[in-house]
């Protein structure tokens, strides 16, 4: 899986050498992606220049999910470790968004020293 400057979260198998899905609702490059940690779930995590955080439904093949933190680029997110939580750093801060309430948490300052 990759995001794209072209706006775009693409996954792909690399067995058969083909793209198998497309997601697109970003507006600016998407600087990163990874797989929700819990496989069964077979959803995608995507960030972007945009100052938001988009859960793509792969089976589904479409948007599950869209927090939007910022008016500046998503810098890096992480998820926790049961893929409930996302924190997500952008313009000197750290965001947490509750993936389960489909709600953002909380915010905390990091200013730069």
């Not at 600016?28 to 793509?56: C, M, N, R, T, Y």
Request: proline content about 2%; some cysteine.
């Amino acid at each position: 899986m990759c995001g794209t400057a072209g706006r775009e979260v693409v996954v792909i198998d690399w067995k058969a050498s083909k793209i198998t899905h497309r997601f697109k609702g970003h507006w600016a490059i998407v600087l990163d992606v990874k797989f929700h940690p819990d496989e069964s779930k077979l959803l995608a995590i995507s960030s972007s220049q945009d100052g938001s955080v988009k859960v793509w439904d792969i089976i589904m093949n479409s948007e599950a999910l869209s927090f939007s933190a910022s008016t500046h680029a998503i810098q890096d997110f992480q998820l926790s470790n049961d893929g409930k939580f996302i924190i997500a750093s952008y313009d000197e801060k750290l965001g947490f968004f509750s993936v389960e309430k489909k709600a953002k948490w909380g915010e905390l300052d990091f200013p730069a020293t």
